[in-house]
């Protein structure tokens, strides 16, 4: 028996990459699953196609599991709600939703256009919003269930070219964690996961030099699609049930849990403070604990395990 042996589960972005490695083993595990995926580009900007969806759900059934495929898209709340009760009418239930779907486009922060920002926000944190909403008051009344949600290093450490994505995924932490809060007493779990993996997605970022050109080839051998995928079922399970409120990196074959906001220095004036004290006593005293500006290649300099 696999880890999720009679559990209905939703995975989004199904039919390529993550998700869709996430869709294959959660089959393997033992649950029935549904498979979204809009089948739009990596921009968001085409109607989609319902075939990869379909392809992956089709790949399961060939392998004597249970799927059904969903090409809707995460950012129409009424189509979630639809998703939900696909999983309902075809397998009688939902027990998890896993969310790595997503879209980027990348530029400089000084030359990003408003539909640029609005379509990364829409997808990620909306997309979040609405997969967590759809099915919180399910889970709520079941007490039990599971959200999966996807960040990112982008948003936790820092990306050049990446403002829009960065927001969305530091937004998607800030609701994984109320969620799960909130959650608690019913047995309403939500982790984040931020992957480091070789997908379309990561495949579409610009190399510009050597140093680049070494880090997607590590990215690519070293960092794959279906090592994320192992967390992200696992974290679905029951034997799970006291992980939650979580954030977790998957690095090759390491799993990296991050820390969350908490104070790392605090400095007082019983007097108060004005701009001149603040600027001459606070700064140069919190200045050794400040976080320097290095991307995540700064904090994750070695090769992957």
């Known amino acids: 028996m696999g880890v999720l042996e ?11 990459g993550i998700g869709k490695e996430t869709a294959l083993l959660a089959a393997r595990e033992g649950a029935k699953v549904v498979v979204n995926d809009l089948g739009g580009g990596l ?12 392809k992956v759900a089709a ?25 939900i009760e696909q999983a309902k009418d075809s397998f009688g239930g939902l027990d998890a939703i896993i969310n790595p779907a997503g879209i980027l486009r990348d530029t400089m922060f000084h030359k990003m256009s408003e539909s640029d920002w609005d379509a990364v926000i829409e997808v990620h944190l909306r997309g979040s919003f609405n997969v967590t909403r759809a099915a919180v ?36 932490v800030g609701l994984s964690r109320i969620v799960a809060m909130e959650g608690e ?14 997908t379309r997605m ?25 090592q994320v995928a192992q967390l992200a079922v696992a974290l679905c399970a029951d ?16 799993v990296v849990l991050f820390d969350q906001p908490r104070p790392v220095k605090s400095v007082a004036r019983l007097e108060g403070w004005n701009p001149e004290t603040l600027l001459d006593q606070c700064m140069p005293a919190m200045k050794a604990d400040f976080t320097d500006l290095g991307a995540t290649a700064s904090v994750f300099p070695y090769d992957p395990i």
């Open 137 to 172: 008051e399910l889970f709520r009344e079941q007490e039990k269930g599971a959200f999966v949600l996807f960040t990112s290093t982008s948003g936790l450490i820092g990306n050049i070219g990446q403002a829009n994505y960065a927001a969305a995924k530091m937004g998607i």
């Open 59 to 83: 790949e399961i059934r060939a392998a004597g599991g249970e799927a059904v495929s969903n090409s809707e898209s995460v950012t129409d709340m009424k189509a979630v709600e639809g998703m």
């Open 185 to 198: 007493r019913k047995n309403v779990r939500s982790n984040v996961i931020a992957p480091f993996a070789w």
């Open 239 to 254: 034997k799970a049930k006291d992980v939650t409120g979580q954030i977790f990196g998957v690095r090759g074959n390491e």
């Open 43 to 54: 921009s968001g900007g085409d109607e989609g196609d319902a075939g990869p969806a379909e």
């Open 202 to 226: 990561i495949a579409s970022i610009p190399v510009k030099d050597e140093a680049g050109a070494q880090r997607v080839e590590r990215m690519k051998n070293g960092m794959r699609a279906d």
């Open 6 to 16: 009679g559990k209905v589960v939703l995975v989004t972005g199904g039919g390529n």
